[in-house]
């Protein structure tokens, strides 16, 4: 007798196989899933509490519930349409773990799903016939929703809802096909006659090889654990040659040939059948491929069925009779017989993630460990300020709505809202920032950047956001999208000076403006912008952007490097910084002091060019290289110059000039409020702020200007054109924003700090501004006091009286200082002779004249030959004697 050996003529399951052994372990493995799926419910359930806030119950509370946020959504859902039949409704699924466990396999499985539906449908109906207690918390009974339109049905017959011993009735009545349809589905009940039919097959055959053999039945039992503990080897073994970079083992010539070779990649794939050395039937044969090889899938023919007489010796032969059932992997043709192996799929690469993780804080640098470590020795010189005067960094737990789900669902929602308003693209990247998150998207062909941009304000209503900016990414093809963030991070000053940003920065005059949106910190270097102009409106954060600038330039320059003049019209922001060591001057909040300290600046700018030309160098670095090589080796900087010609032999004559060998330090001009000080002396501010602009860099004098008023007449072409690195707040206007830094997005900003930094060439980058609070700053200047007072110029302020007046009239309380006797223009030479002092203001104030009438006067001297021109300054040189000259002779 014959018996077969192909796979398809046995219809029973193999229950001793490798797959079928591999298969209870999954089941088994679902099994304990759903148990602890379960345990989950359970516990979600007995702690939930009708005042969490779920879907029906809106609250800022936090939920009671142990699974939190989720568990008591899903308790109050399940309690409003269930009630307490939810509790019913899970004891089918505990039948089913337990079934999955124990490897038990149940038929009709459709019908007992909904055998399971409409159980806990009608349990609801009973439970919803017991009156609910004083104390139950939801409107519906305790059978919930569902109970509650199940028992609308009897209420049609009698008349009103079931209660009492109607109630009873009724209850009675829907238990008994509750009770059979939760049976039913936990497998109790309905068995099919396949399954009595399986069940008696394995009593029997496991009755048959306990009474025929003994020793087959334990070696049928063991045949699982050998296929297991043989794939774990081979399994092993790929492991080491791949961990020790060595090739795939060859075959010997007589060793076994397994009827399935597995990858050795990390998952042990199945890859093709190796088929045995069997006679080839004739008939069969390969189907020939016209593509090549590697692009098309192998195509093997099937094995043949052998007719084995029973009297062979099984063991003699190179393979298995039992053949074992076809892999997942290999599907039959549809066109004919054969079996068809899937090509192996190419590893898929990964996607990009969109989400890009958070830049973490700035690391701290060397100068916080050394202050931390201290030093029993007290320092000589000036010291800087210490770390600790700025307030800490706080341990701000990370906002739940920038995780990484959240962002992603906010992308979705983003392209859905584009996509509404005709603009088609993708979300690209999306970057986390401590104040907003940036969405990068990568339009659609033909989609204008300046439709989306137009597109803001719609945007950041759609998306529920208080201000939405849109603006293009340079170098890419992106459009950036700024949506802010629910909760807002601070960002303290003491995180970027104490950063290794800073402290390794090698600017010259390094200021902390603030983090990018994606948290990385923003080291600027005034010396190459080389000025500032800052713009935005009443609290929007100017004046606090103001305070960290110069925060930052006195924690790293000392008052022999760095020297400031702040200018301060309000007289509030500035004035704290009054007596520090740093400065040239007390803070001026008299504009026309201003217009003279400005003039100051301007000539001072002059006298440095003429030093630097001296000894040939080009900029005030290369000025102060020069005067410390000179002070180390000792030698003193001079030149000859030719001062003329001998009158006798007329031979030229030299002299040799030594220079002062002191360095320059920076000068650091700081104008608070620009259009305070344009009304008052528009023409000449404008001027001085001009020439500063335009030749200061190079002399090592800069200029911070900021405006809460920007206007065309307040920052006006000739300044912009001198200030091509600007920060603007929050302005109210487009045209604010155009009027600052060219294009709209300044009036999206988000104020306390949020600024768009546009560097030199037009580049505009968002910024958070860092907060310092005025009890830091009162700290700091007091310990700045302490290190030393100032030593101020008078020279800077000292011109106030011959300079600072603006107005047109007559002198003080409308009186003239006229003689009734002497011609004015006669006394006006005469005060201008014996005071050596020639302006139109001076002779102005000193005869009480109007300022017309005076400046007739002075063109009258300089007709005459008395004075000469103005220069730059507005300074005239008095080319008469004057009555001290008269006296030093």
Known sequence: MARSTSPAMDGRPDRFSFSAFMLRQIQALIGFAIFLLLA???????????????????????????????????????????????????????????????????????????????????????????????TWPIPNGIGGVVGDMILRFPALFVGAYPTGTFAMVVGCIFSLPTAWLMLFASGIVGHSDADEIEEDYVDTTSKARVVGDEDEEDESRWVALSGAVTHAWYMSQGRLRRLFGMGPRKRRQGDFESPYDFNDDEFGTLNEPVRAKTPMVRGERMEPSMEPRAASPRRIVAAPSLSVDDDDDDDNLPFDTDMPPRPADILPDDDDDEWMIRAPAKAAGKPEPRVVPAVTRPKPGARVEREAQGSFIRPEGFQLPSMHLLAEP????????????????????????????????????????????????????????????????????????????????????????????????????????????????????????????????????????????????????????????????????????????????????????????????????????????????????????????KIGVRNIDGFNTRVEQALSKGEAISRTVQTGFDRHTGEAMYETEEFDLSPMPYIVVIIDEMADLMMVAGKDIEGAVQRLAQMARAAGIHVIMATQRPSVDVITGTIKANFPTRISFQVTSKIDSRTILGEQGAEQLLGMGDMLYMAGGGRIQRVHGPFVSDVEVEEIVSYLKTQGSPQYLDAITADDDEDGDYGGGGGPAGTSNLSDSEDPYDQAVAIVLRDGKASTSYVQRRLGIGYNRAASLIERMEKEGIIGPANHAGKREILVPTEADILDR
């Not at 969405?439 to 597109?455: D, F, H």
């Not at 490097?561 to 301060?568: F, G, N, S, T």
């Open 394 to 613: 706080k341990n701000v737990v990370r906002d739940s709505t920038l995780s990484a789900d959240a962002l992603e669902q906010n992308a979705r929602m983003l392209e859905g809202v584009l996509e509404d308003f005709g603009v088609k693209g993708e979300i690209i990247h999306v970057r986390p920032g401590p104040v907003v998150t940036l969405y990068e998207l990568e339009p659609a062909p033909g989609i204008k950047s300046s439709r989306v941009i137009g597109l803001a304000d719609d945007i950041a209503r759609s998306m529920s956001a208080i201000a939405a900016r849109v603006a293009v990414v340079p170098g890419r093809n992106a459009i950036g999208i700024e949506l802010p963030n629910q909760t807002r991070e601070t960002v303290y000053l003491r995180e970027l000076i104490a950063s290794r940003d800073f402290e390794g920065s090698k600017a010259k005059l390094a200021m902390a403006l603030g983090k990018t949106i994606g948290g990385e910190a923003v080291i600027a270097d005034l010396a190459k912008m080389p000025h500032l102009l800052v713009a935005g409106t009443t609290g929007s954060g100017k004046s606090v952007a103001i305070n960290t600038m110069i925060l930052s330039l006195l924690y790293r320059m000392t008052p022999e490097q760095c020297r400031l003049i702040m200018i301060d019209p309000k007289m509030l922001e500035l004035s704290v910084y009054d007596g520090i060591p740093h400065l040239l001057s007390p803070v001026v909040t008299d504009p026309k002091k201003a217009v003279v300290a400005l003039k100051w600046t301007v000539r001072e700018m002059e006298e440095r060019y003429k030093k630097m030309s």
């Open 40 to 134: 989950l419910c359970v516990a979600a359930l007995a702690t939930w509490n009708v005042a969490d806030p779920s879907y029906s119950y809106a609250t800022a509370n936090l939920p009671t519930n142990v699974l939190g946020y989720s568990g008591a959504a899903f308790a109050d859902l399940v309690m409003q349409f269930l009630g307490l039949a939810s509790v019913v409704s899970m004891l089918p699924i505990v039948a089913w773990a337990l079934a999955l466990i124990s490897g038990r396999c149940f038929s009709r499985i459709p019908a007992r799903m909904g055998a399971w539906l409409a159980g806990s449908v009608l349990s609801s109906a009973v439970i919803g016939c017991f009156p609910p207690p004083l």
